[in-house]
C-alpha cells in the first residue's frame, strides 16, 4: 500500500480551564491554541510540528451557531485564520471553518482522511474551543473582555449549513435542543410503557454511569460523582428544564474546554520520525442524516440514521459491535443515549461503560467540539491496548445528524475507502412519516410533549399531535400555569383534546 495515501491520527491534546478571574481567562482562540500546542506536544515532535500543517478545520463555535450563546465582547472574523496565526502555522493553505452540529468533529475526520487518500492534503489538525463560562462569568460580573479579531474572511466552509427546525416550529417555541430533545424523551417513556416517575428514575441510573467516570477523570468539568438519585430528583438546585429533564441530565455547556487533533501519512510520520505507539487508524466511519425537522420523523423514540451509519462504519471496520472494546455514546441528554444504544444492539444496562470521557452532562458540552474530545480519549485507550476498537458516536442537531468512527492502533488491511454515504443515505429518504399540517383544527390527541421552565417554572408547552385522520401537527397548550404543572405531575401522552389554529399557531386544549 502507498504510505503516502494512508492517514493516521498521530497527536491529541485537550484543555479544561477553571479560572474564575475572567481577565485571567484565555479566549476561546487562545484556550484553543492551546490545545494545539498540547497535540503538537503528543506527537513528541512538540510545538514546531504546526508549522508543518497544510490544513486546519475549527469546529464552529457556540457563539456563531446559536442565538442562546452570541458573544458580547466581539468576533473573530476568520476563526480559523486567528487560530494559525496564534500557533504559528505559517504554511497552512486549506483554511476550514465549519457548520454547526456535535457531529461535525467525526463528519470533518472522515473528510480529512479521504483528502489524505486522495493525495490532496498531508498534514492536518482539527480542533475547538469553547469558553462560554468566562463569558457568562464575565457578564455577570459587569467586566468587558475584547474577544475581537478582523482578518477578513478568507476561509472555506463545510458541513451542512441548514438550520435545524422549519419556521412553523420556530413558531411554536421549538428552535434548540433544550426544546426538542425532551420532546423524543417522552416519547421514548411512551413507548416503554412508563409513568413520568419511573422513567425518571431510569434517566437517573442511565446518567449516574456517565457521572462515574466523569468522577476519575481529571478533565471533566463536574467531578461530583452524582447519585442516580441526585440527578433525578426535582429541587431548587435541580430544576426541570425542559421537562422531563433536570438540570442535571441536561449538556453543560457553559465550561471551558478545547480539545485538538492532528493527522497525516504514514510515510510522513516515518520520516519525522513520530513513534509508531501514537499511530491510531480509523477502520470505519460512516455518515448520515434523518429527515431533518422533528415535524417529519417517522416516530420519535428510533433513529433509522444512527443504525445505518453504525452498521456501514461496522461492516467497513470488518468487525461486530460485541468486537468493539470502548464506546463513546453521544451523551446531549439521556434520549440520545438511548436511542443509539437501541439502534446499535447495546444493552443500556451493560457492564460495559458507554462512555470515555463522563459525557456532555458531567464532563462537560463544549458546543459542536465535544466529540473531539471524545475521539481524543479513545485515542489513548486503543495506543494503551493494542488491538483494542474504540467506536464514538457524533450527534448534530435532534438526532438529525450521525457521524460514527471506528478506531484501533492496529492498521487496517486496506486502504481507506468508504462507501459513499450517498448510497445508504436514499435507505432513510426513502421511508416518510405521517403527512405534516402546519395549520390544524379538530379533535385531536397528544403523540408527545414538554413543558418549558424558566426560574419562575413552568412558562410554556410545546407538544407534537394527531388528528383524527393520522396527520401530525406542532401546537401549544394555553399558558395555564396549573395545566402546565398537571402536564407535569400526570402522563398527557395520548390525551384527547381540541386543536384550533389562530394568527399562524396551533393551540391545543384538553379535554
Not at 438540570?247 to 453543560?252: D, E, I
Not at 487508524?281 to 434523518?290: E, F, K, N, P, R
Not at 467497513?316 to 446531549?332: T, V
Not at 405531575?489 to 384538553?510: H, S
Request: with cysteine; hydrophobic share 35%; aromatic share 10%.
Amino acid at each position: 500500500m502507498d504510505e503516502s495515501r494512508i492517514p493516521i491520527l498521530v497527536g491529541c491534546g485537550q484543555i479544561t480551564q477553571k479560572e474564575e478571574d475572567p481577565y485571567e481567562a484565555l479566549s476561546p482562540i487562545e484556550l484553543t491554541a492551546k490545545a494545539c500546542f498540547e497535540a503538537a506536544k503528543d506527537t513528541g515532535l512538540g510545538e514546531l510540528f504546526l508549522n508543518k500543517l497544510d490544513t486546519i478545520v475549527l469546529i464552529r463555535s457556540f457563539s456563531d451557531t446559536s442565538w442562546r450563546f452570541k458573544c458580547p465582547f466581539g468576533e473573530y472574523s476568520n476563526p480559523s485564520l486567528s487560530l494559525a496565526k496564534k500557533i504559528n502555522a505559517e504554511n497552512v493553505n486549506n483554511l476550514i471553518y465549519t457548520f454547526p452540529g456535535g457531529n461535525m468533529p467525526q463528519w470533518s475526520i472522515n473528510r480529512i482522511f479521504e483528502l489524505i487518500t486522495e493525495g490532496e492534503i498531508k498534514t492536518a489538525l482539527l480542533a475547538g474551543g469553547e469558553a462560554l463560562y468566562t463569558q457568562k462569568n464575565a457578564q455577570r460580573k459587569g467586566i468587558e473582555l475584547n474577544w475581537n479579531e478582523d482578518l477578513g474572511n478568507s476561509y472555506k466552509e463545510w458541513g451542512i449549513k441548514k438550520r435545524g427546525w422549519s419556521d412553523v416550529e420556530d413558531n411554536h417555541g421549538m428552535k434548540g435542543a433544550i426544546f426538542a430533545y425532551p420532546l423524543i424523551e417522552n416519547a421514548i417513556r411512551g413507548k416503554e410503557n412508563r409513568t413520568i416517575k419511573q422513567h425518571n428514575i431510569e434517566m437517573g441510573n442511565i446518567l449516574e454511569k456517565f457521572a462515574e467516570v466523569a468522577k476519575n477523570n481529571p478533565l471533566a468539568d463536574r467531578r461530583q460523582g452524582y447519585s442516580a438519585k441526585e440527578i433525578s430528583d426535582v429541587n431548587e438546585q435541580n430544576p426541570y428544564i425542559g421537562f422531563p429533564y433536570t438540570k442535571l441530565m441536561n449538556a453543560n455547556a457553559f465550561i471551558d474546554q478545547s480539545s485538538a487533533i492532528i493527522m497525516t501519512t504514514v510515510k510522513n510520520a516515518k520520516e519525522l520520525g513520530i513513534n509508531r505507539n501514537k499511530w491510531v487508524y480509523l477502520h470505519g466511519c460512516a455518515d448520515t442524516y434523518d429527515h431533518w425537522y422533528l415535524s417529519d420523523r417517522i416516530n420519535y423514540y428510533s433513529s433509522p440514521a444512527m443504525k445505518i451509519a453504525c452498521n456501514e462504519a461496522l461492516k467497513m471496520a470488518n468487525c461486530a459491535i460485541n468486537d468493539i472494546d470502548f464506546l463513546d455514546i453521544y451523551s446531549c441528554f439521556p434520549s440520545a443515549i438511548k436511542i443509539a444504544c437501541d439502534e446499535m444492539n447495546i444493552d443500556i444496562n451493560t457492564n460495559k461503560d458507554l462512555t470515555v470521557t463522563g459525557g456532555l452532562p458531567y464532563f462537560g458540552g463544549p458546543g459542536n467540539n465535544y466529540v473531539t474530545h471524545s475521539i481524543s480519549e479513545i485515542m489513548h485507550k486503543v495506543r494503551n491496548n493494542i488491538g483494542a476498537k474504540g467506536l464514538v458516536t457524533a450527534n448534530g442537531n435532534y438526532i438529525t445528524k450521525q457521524s460514527v468512527g471506528i478506531y484501533s492502533s492496529e492498521q487496517p488491511s486496506k486502504m481507506f475507502a468508504p462507501t459513499n454515504p450517498s448510497l445508504y443515505q436514499a435507505k432513510i429518504n426513502k421511508d416518510i412519516g405521517p403527512s405534516f399540517i402546519e395549520e390544524a383544527n379538530g379533535n385531536a390527541y397528544i403523540e408527545t410533549y414538554t413543558v418549558i421552565n424558566d426560574r419562575e417554572g413552568p412558562s410554556f408547552s410545546i407538544l407534537f399531535g394527531r388528528l383524527n385522520d393520522g396527520s401530525r401537527f406542532i401546537a401549544n397548550t394555553p399558558n395555564d400555569k396549573d395545566l402546565l404543572l398537571d402536564m407535569m405531575t400526570n402522563d398527557y401522552l395520548n390525551i384527547r383534546g381540541k386543536v384550533e389554529c389562530k394568527d399562524n399557531i396551533n393551540i391545543f386544549k384538553p379535554i
